[in-house]
């Protein structure tokens, strides 16, 4: 290109490090080239934005010939250096000097990569599904003659080198030896970028494209992490074909620059009239009512579940204790149902509400797929890491339908994640830790259909409890038969379908899903709510008044300490929904309210009307087992007096004589029998299994 070969451009180039200033007035780009020899870099990364603010010539330069501009530009950076700090650039080999774009204007999503585009530079964004190993990239080789002993240098270009057939010393033709030590090497990595589930058509496939990596961007991200590139897209043979190489050809990135995004809600662009509108919204006296009614506003009901959703999708506050310890500020929530009670609808709403979400589903979901597989790259041999959908969700939320059909085995995998917020690997020599911090929001059917409520959670969905006390919050969706409830859901679904609009309320209406999206961006991004002395003081006057009734060691134990975390993470979540920056005494009490009315759904024991955790661990209660163990002992006893087959109702009449009712004695020995524990050998005779 005529306009290249002209020394304009690159002049133009050295002004605009030396001269551009941002909005603030400093030199931008002047100041961390002074900083570059003090920091041991070999790049400095250069908005493309500014760039064609501060002259135009350089928009029409990177679209024509986008090859020329890089190597123009990461000239002009040599020159620029070998003035200002000539020391420094005698140290280092000029080809490993780079100037780093990031923000190029043309964007094109991975399944919009056409033919048309190679050769040119790209701007893509997605998620780093996996990663090679750093290795040495060849980019000067130095021969050696094994007859004369001449040293030949020759340059490499793509990435393949060959000795030279002559010596030119010698001018013989023999083999050469590289001297690796006189070579010139930079680091080269491989990664492949997925495009990320916002941008993915529904029932399509996910693309990937690779992207190369060299010198000092290596390794700078890890699977998992959104990324945005700026690279010039190329082509390689496709080798797949024995016997010649096929006539299509595989494209990649050579990446120039690299930007990761860390946050959930970065990428999310939010101008400054959403702005104005979230802090409008967030002084409203209405804000959690109105945001509250603004999840899944299609279901009918459960109010309290929608509330919880809400709490989870604002999330508390993650927290790195001095001794190393992370605490999580991600909540996970349970929700365990009658068929049609609207699980999964709630689940896809609030996977397409979330900026950074995934939706799967129990069957179809496996360990490594949740965590993370470790795949054989057929190219170059080398065991690679693939993240699973569980890191993919990083700083997001991951929705798992059809949560009691997964394997029991693939489900175990997720413990890890669940409270650590970490996934580890230890297969095939590779040994690595993966960041999960990932809310969790599941949902389950019993296991025989319906919602059993004489029997526990444990009963209903067999869960592990391992599994069953890492969640925050557990809801019980039960379809009851109530005929001014139905009439009310028959009336809201029927609107729905005559009017194709959601019936609201006109003193909450919910709030458009993209506005709320950016509401939630803006409050995970810039507000961080602290525990205050008063509601720390409403969370433990709660723990130690509802643990105070299980004082005496036979009284169920009502709470543990996970669900006191489970609070202060509640807490800070209401608090950041409406920007606050203190966690008040009414956000504490909100959480407690919503905490207790989970354990009652779930671990309320029905004989005693108290909340008893032991609902959660195990097929009894605590007054169930203590009920059984009388019953037992009046069993064994009557066994020492010689009879194994005892009158049931002789029973009954010696167990309400040690204080136990006659009715609770009647429910717990139908129970025993249920279990197995006892049997009935004949009519109105009761006998122990195991004598």
């Known amino acids: 290109m005529s306009g290249l070969s002209d020394e304009g451009p690159q002049e133009r180039f050295e002004e605009f490090l030396r001269t551009y200033k941002d909005e603030d007035g400093r030199l931008a780009y002047w100041s961390r080239l002074q900083q570059m020899s003090i920091n041991d870099e070999s790049s400095i990364v250069v908005n493309f934005q500014d760039l064609a603010s501060f002259d135009s010539v350089f928009i029409t330069l990177a679209t024509e010939d986008p090859a020329q501009f890089l190597k123009m530009i990461n000239g002009a950076l040599v020159s620029v250096l070998k003035i200002e700090d000539p020391d420094y650039v005698s140290t280092l080999d000029t080809n490993m000097l780079k100037v780093r774009i990031i923000d190029y204007p043309e964007h094109i999503p991975l399944r919009a990569i056409r033919s048309k585009h190679i ?7 997605g998620i780093m599904m ?67 589930p916002e941008e993915l058509p529904p029932g399509q496939m996910p693309r990937s494209v690779d992207v190369i990596l060299e010198g000092d961007i290596v390794d700078i991200s890890r699977p998992g992490d959104f990324v945005k590139v700026t690279g010039l897209l190329e082509t390689t043979p496709d080798f797949s074909r024995r016997g010649g190489r096929l006539a299509t050809f595989n494209v990649f990135i050579d990446a120039s620059g690299v930007e990761i995004t860390e946050k959930e809600y970065e990428q999310l662009e939010i101008s400054e009239e959403d702005e104005k509108k979230i802090r409008e919204l967030a002084e409203d006296q209405y804000v959690y009512e109105r945001v509250c009614a603004s999840i899944a506003p299609s279901i009918h009901g459960h109010e309290q579940i929608k509330e919880s959703i809400a709490l989870l999708l604002f999330g508390g506050v993650e927290k790195q204790l001095p001794d190393g310890t992370r605490l999580r500020g991600k909540s996970n929530i349970l929700m365990i149902g009658d068929p049609g ?62 949560f ?17 917020h970490t996934v580890s690997i230890a297969k095939a020599g590779i040994i690595a830790t993966l960041n999960a911090r990932t809310s969790i929001l599941a949902a389950a059917n019993p296991t ?15 869960l592990p409890f391992t599994i069953l006390s890492r969640f925050d919050l557990m809801w019980i969706m039960v379809d009851t038969v109530e005929a001014t409830k139905d009439r009310e859901l028959a009336q809201f679904i029927l609107g729905m379908h005559q009017r194709k609009k959601i019936p609201t309320g006109s003193a909450t209406p919910p709030l458009p899903p993209e506005f709320l999206k950016k509401y939630i961006g803006y409050a995970n991004r810039y507000v961080i709510p602290q525990l205050t002395s008063e509601a720390a003081e409403v969370i433990e006057n ?9 004082e005496g060691g036979a009284a169920p134990v009502p709470i543990t300490a996970r669900q006191l975390e489970s ?20 956000d504490a009490q909100n959480a ?20 008893d955790i032991d609902r959660l661990v195990s097929k009894m209660s605590a007054a169930q087992r203590s009920s059984s163990d009388i019953i037992l002992k009046v069993m064994r006893d009557l066994e020492s007096e010689g009879t194994s087959t005892v009158d049931e109702e002789a029973l009954l009449q010696r167990v309400q004589s040690m204080g136990l009712p006659r009715d609770r004695a009647e429910e717990v020995i139908k129970k025993l029998v249920t279990e197995g524990i006892l049997f009935h050998p004949r009519e109105g005779k009761v006998r122990r299994a195991q004598s």
Not at 119 to 125: F, P
Not at 383 to 401: F, H, K, P, R, S
């Open 592 to 611: 407690v309210r919503l905490m207790e009315a989970s354990l009652r759904m779930v671990a309320l024991d029905s004989i005693t009307g108290k909340i």
């Open 130 to 196: 996996r990663a090679s190993i750093v290795k040495p990239l060849l980019i000067e080789a130095m021969f050696r003659c094994r007859i004369c002993g001449g040293d030949i240098p020759q340059t490499q270009e793509d990435g393949r080198y060959t000795e030279p057939a002559l010596c030119p010393v010698c001018g013989k033709k023999t083999a050469m030896r590289l001297i690796p030590e006189l070579s010139h090497f930079i680091d080269w990595q491989k990664v492949r970028i997925q495009e990320s």
């Open 542 to 550: 709660f723990y130690v008044d509802l643990r105070k009734t299980a």
């Open 404 to 420: 009691d059909k997964m394997d029991p085995n693939d489900r175990n995998a997720i413990h890890e994640a669940m409270e650590q």
């Open 119 to 125: 050769g040119r530079l790209l701007h893509i964004s």
């Open 341 to 402: 009670t609207g699980k999964s609808q709630i689940l896809k709403f609030v996977s397409n509400l979330a900026a950074r979400a995934l939706y799967t589903s129990g069957k179809g979901t496996t360990a490594a797929g949740l965590t993370a597989a470790v795949i054989h790259d057929t190219e170059t041999g080398a065991m690679t890491l693939e993240a699973g959908a569980l890191v993919l969700a990083d700083q997001g939320i991951a929705c798992i339908d059809e």
């Open 567 to 586: 609070l202060v993470r509640l807490a800070e979540s209401r608090a950041r929904m409406a920007l606050r920056s203190k966690v008040s005494k009414e």
């Open 448 to 462: 025989l259909g319906r919602y059993e409520p004489s029997n526990s959670v444990q009963q209903n969905i067999q």
